[in-house]
C-alpha cells in the first residue's frame, strides 16, 4: 500500500494504513503477557516479531534491547464498557495507573476525561491505563455520549 498522492503530484501518507510497534525485551514473556493476560494471540510472526489485528488496526511487538520510557500513552484500545473491561483485566492480575494531578483524577483506576474531538461525536471519554510485561504503558478508552 502506498500513501495518497496529492495535488502536486507527490504522494503523501494520508491514505496510508496506520500500525503501532511496541518494543518488547523478552518477546515470549510479551507473547504470553498478550495471550493470557489480554487474551490476544498473534495472527502472524516472523523472527522477532509478533503481529497483531484488532477491529482493522494493526499493531507489532518486536524484540529490542532498548525499552519504552512508559511516561506516555503508545497504544489505546477504544472498547464500549471500560467498567467491565477493567474489571476484567484486573482478575487476570492488571494494575492499573492511579493518578492524582489538578484537573485530572483516577477514581478506581479510570478517569472521566471533559470534551473529545468533534469528530467522534463524543462529550467526553473515560479513560484507564496500565503497564504491559514489557513496561509499554497502554490505554482503555471509552467514549461519552
Not at 15 to 22: C, D, E, H, S, Y
Not at 71 to 81: G, L, S
Not at 121 to 139: I, P, T, V
Request: hydrophobic share 40%; proline share 3%; net charge negative.
Amino acid at each position: 500500500m502506498s500513501g495518497r498522492m496529492n495535488a502536486n503530484g507527490k504522494h503523501t501518507l494520508a491514505g496510508a494504513r496506520v500500525a503501532t510497534r511496541l518494543p518488547a525485551q523478552d518477546l515470549e514473556r510479551a507473547r504470553r503477557f498478550y495471550s493470557e493476560v489480554l487474551g490476544l494471540d498473534p495472527v502472524d510472526e516472523r523472527p522477532g516479531g509478533l503481529l497483531y489485528r484488532s477491529e482493522g488496526a494493526d499493531f507489532v511487538l518486536f524484540r529490542s534491547a532498548g525499552a519504552s520510557s512508559g511516561i506516555f500513552t503508545q497504544m489505546a484500545f477504544e472498547v464500549d464498557d471500560i467498567e467491565a473491561v477493567v474489571a476484567e483485566l484486573r482478575g487476570r492480575g492488571v494494575v492499573f495507573e492511579e493518578v492524582d494531578l489538578p484537573g485530572f483524577r483516577t477514581e478506581g483506576g479510570i478517569a472521566d476525561i471533559e470534551g473529545n474531538y468533534p469528530s467522534k461525536g463524543a462529550r467526553g471519554e473515560r479513560g484507564a491505563w496500565f503497564r504491559d510485561s514489557e513496561g509499554n504503558l497502554l490505554g482503555v478508552g471509552q467514549l461519552v455520549f
